[in-house]
């Protein structure tokens, strides 16, 4: 979209417990420049309404801008609704796959260790959420799941915990999030319905 600024770009991080990548965060300095940019150049473009994705006040280490956060909290909400199925392909290709490939372009050693402690850290920083059970089961898998994929390349047994933490701590999360800000939601579609009400 051409009204759209990308706040986890300009942070460098995804937003979530598996949000950050293999180079280091941009610090905040840094990430309030890129946004100043980003902003500026809509302003150039007489754009009247922005769209940006529904954020935390932190993303990763960085904190959106008070005024920023405070105009977000109180905007129309798009609603993006998809299938289970497609929500647990697009976390296996950025969890799994992109964070792998990153690994392997930007350290010439312990690509796999430091893949894997990405992943091991991402799970342990939910596991509150997840509860001691389900941490267990869901730390159990992806052990295995790293085993086999170290092994042979298979990475299909990364599904089994990616389906504990999506049933058990993304859905019921945005699940409550979305039933606190219902009265904003203006629009719910999927992802073409929602590109085609933003660019109207």
Known sequence: ??????????????????????????????????????????????????????????????????????????????????????????LIQEYVIDMHSEFESTQSNNVFESFSNYLLLGLEKIQKRLGPTRYQVAHKAMLQALKIH?????????????RIILENYYDPMYEDQLKKREEYICFRGDYLACKEYLQN
Request: aromatic share 8%; net charge negative; no cysteine.
């Open 1 to 90: 979209l051409d009204n759209a600024i990308d706040l986890e770009a300009a942070a460098y991080h995804r937003g979530s417990s598996f949000g950050a990548h293999a180079k280091a965060q941009n610090n905040q300095i840094n990430f309030e420049n890129i946004l100043a940019i980003d902003f500026l150049k809509l302003r150039h473009k007489n754009v009247k309404n922005i769209v940006l994705e529904d954020e935390a006040r932190t993303i990763g280490k960085v904190g959106l801008p008070k005024t920023l956060f405070a105009k977000m909290r109180e905007s129309q909400l798009v609603v993006i609704e998809e299938p289970y199925e497609a929500r647990l392909e697009r």
């Open 150 to 162: 170290s092994q042979s390349g298979d990475i299909s047994n990364h599904y089994d915990w990616l």
